[in-house]
C-alpha cells in the first residue's frame, strides 16, 4: 500500500532451505483496510488465516508466497511482509546440514540469515535424550570444535551454554519437553 512505511528486517535469509525475504511495515490504515486493500489486489486468489498474535493474508504467485502478517493498534496496522519460494521435492540440502547435533537427533527448523557483517542460524532439534545427557553431548563436541564454554547455567530443568570462539558465538538451550529434548541452536558468526 502507498501508506505502508516499510524496513528490511530480513534480505538474505533461509528457513528450512527455503529462501525468504522479510519486511516489517506501519501504515495509518486499519488492519481490516489493509486486508481489504490485498483482497482486492489478490482478487480470489488469497487465504486468511490467524498465526499467534498475527492476522495474516497471502497468496501464491509466480512460484513464491507472499504473506501479510498483521496487527492493528487504534487504527494503525503494522506488521511484516513476508515473500518465500515454493519448496520443491529433493531440492536443497538437508534441513539442518552441518549443524552438530546429538546421535538421533531431529532437526525441527533451521533458520539462515546473512546480514552482512553477521551470519546467524537458528536451529530447533528434538532428541530422545536427557537434558544433563545433551549439555554433556554439546560440551564435549564444542570444545573438541575449539569452542571455548563461556558461560553455563541451568533453571527449571533447563540448562543454557555459551560458546565462543574468537568473535563468534554459540548459544545452545536445552529444555524438557514431554518425553523429549528440546535443543535451541543459537549461533552467530561475525564475518
Known amino acids: 500500500m502507498l501508506e505502508m512505511r516499510v524496513s528490511g528486517l530480513m534480505d538474505n535469509a533461509q528457513y528450512n532451505s527455503r529462501p525468504m525475504t522479510v519486511r516489517s ?4 490504515v486499519s488492519g481490516e483496510d489493509l486486508a ?5 489486489r489478490w482478487k480470489d486468489a488469497y487465504s486468511e488465516s490467524r498465526f499467534g498474535p498475527w492476522q495474516q493474508i497471502g497468496t501464491l504467485e509466480d512460484e ?3 504473506t501479510v502478517q498483521y496487527g492493528d493498534t487504534g487504527g494503525n496496522a503494522f506488521g511484516r511482509l513476508l515473500i518465500s519460494e515454493v519448496p520443491t521435492e529433493g531440492a536443497g540440502a538437508p ?7 546429538p546421535s538421533g537427533g531431529t532437526v525441527v527448523s533451521d533458520l539462515l540469515t546473512d546480514d552482512g557483517p553477521k551470519k546467524g542460524r537458528v536451529t530447533v532439534i528434538t532428541s530422545e535424550q536427557s537434558v544433563p545427557e545433551v549439555a554433556s553431548f554439546y ?3 564444542m570444545t573438541t570444535d575449539g569452542w571455548g564454554l563461556d558461560q553455563r547455567f ?3 530443568g533447563g540448562v543454557v551454554l555459551v ?4 568473535l563468534d558465538e554459540n548459544n545452545i538451550v536445552i529444555m524438557p519437553a514431554g518425553d523429549a529434548t528440546q535443543i535451541l541452536v543459537n549461533e552467530v558468526e561475525v564475518n
Do not use: D, P
Open 139 to 141: 560440551q564435549t563436541e
Open 25 to 28: 511495515f506501519s501504515a495509518n
Open 64 to 66: 513464491c508466497f507472499f
Open 36 to 40: 481489504s486493500f490485498y483482497r482486492r
Open 163 to 166: 560458546f565462543r570462539k574468537g
Open 154 to 156: 541451568a533453571e527449571g
Open 95 to 101: 534441513l539442518g546440514q552441518g549443524v552438530i547435533k
